[in-house]
């Protein structure tokens, strides 16, 4: 049950990134920075789009708040770092790709929706 709601809520979120063309979100599971499957394919899509348009990126990577603050703070840096790089090896020029970290966050989407990086492409 737990994990159904797990899903339930993912779809909710990335249904959230679907009404701003340009926007992606990238999700991760607690403490990680590995990309999965879906992660994968949600990068591939952004720069696709990047690459087709020339357009600048933005990667901001989020991380959920706990004990120890520093430790989110990194996290949120390697979650962006990984996404940018992976956007560069699927072909988006590295020079115009910018991150931000933006953790941690404490919000009414709770923790899952601070496990995630968002990427914006043709943004500010």
Same mark, same amino acid.
């Given at each position: 049950?737990?994990?159904?709601?797990?899903?339930?809520?993912?779809?909710l979120?990335? =249904?959230?990134?679907?009404?701003?063309? =340009?926007?992606?979100?990238?999700?991760?599971? /607690?403490?990680?920075? /590995?990309?999965?499957a879906?992660?994968?394919?949600?990068?591939?899509?952004?720069?696709?789009?990047?690459?087709?348009?020339?357009?600048?990126?933005?990667?901001?990577?989020?991380?959920?708040?706990?004990?120890?603050?520093?430790?989110?703070?990194?996290?949120? *840096?390697?979650?962006a770092?990984?996404?940018?790089?992976?956007?560069?090896?699927?072909?988006?020029?590295?020079?115009? *790709?910018? /991150? /931000?970290?933006?953790?941690?966050?404490?919000?009414?989407?709770?923790?899952?929706?601070?496990?995630?990086?968002?990427?914006?492409?043709?943004?500010?």
């Amino acid at each position: 049950m737990r994990r159904l709601s797990l899903l339930l809520g993912l779809g909710l979120l990335t =249904g959230c990134a679907g009404g701003h063309p =340009g926007k992606y979100v990238v999700f991760f599971t /607690q403490n990680s920075t /590995q990309l999965d499957a879906p992660a994968q394919m949600v990068i591939t899509q952004a720069a696709q789009r990047a690459v087709s348009t020339h357009a600048r990126v933005r990667v901001e990577g989020y991380a959920a708040a706990s004990h120890d603050l520093s430790a989110d703070e990194l996290l949120a *840096i390697d979650r962006a770092k990984i996404v940018a790089r992976q956007l560069a090896v699927d072909g988006v020029d590295a020079s115009r *790709i910018s /991150q /931000q970290p933006r953790g941690p966050l404490n919000n009414e989407n709770g923790a899952l929706a601070s496990r995630r990086v968002e990427i914006e492409v043709g943004g500010r």
